[in-house]
């Protein structure tokens, strides 16, 4: 099992980037997925959420209105788009997967990516 970050790098404040995730070992359509991140000196906060079947997708407060969590069944994978970065977007973000299997709770995260919105 394995979830994999790609996308981050360096983008001036009103810039945009696209996070991807693809999930290996397990079939994401089953799972809520979620974009996290973790600022230097600040505990990890909950981003985005996209529920498991489908339904409403939810986003921090900080985001919202500037960040879309998508998901491609198809290919397995998970999508974080960002627009309108902030320099205080800076993080690590973390892709995870909550979710049922074999009657046991499953918690798969991902390494990280790192974004920084720097001038």
């Known amino acids: 099992v394995q979830l994999v970050e790609s996308g981050g790098g360096l983008v001036q404040p009103g810039g945009s980037l696209r996070l991807s995730c693809i999930a290996s070992?397990?079939?994401?359509?089953?799972?809520?997925m979620m974009w996290h991140r973790q600022a230097p000196g600040k505990e990890r906060e909950l981003v985005a959420g996209s529920p498991s079947g489908g339904g409403d997708t939810n986003y921090a407060d900080s985001v919202k209105g500037r960040f879309t969590i998508s998901r491609d069944t198809a290919k397995n994978m998970v999508y974080l788009e960002m627009n309108n970065l902030k320099p205080e977007d800076t993080a690590v973000y973390y892709c995870n997967a909550l979710g049922w299997a074999a009657l046991s709770f499953r918690d798969y995260w991902g390494q990280g990516t790192q974004v920084t919105v720097s001038s």
């Open positions: 070992g397990f079939t994401i359509s089953s799972y809520a």
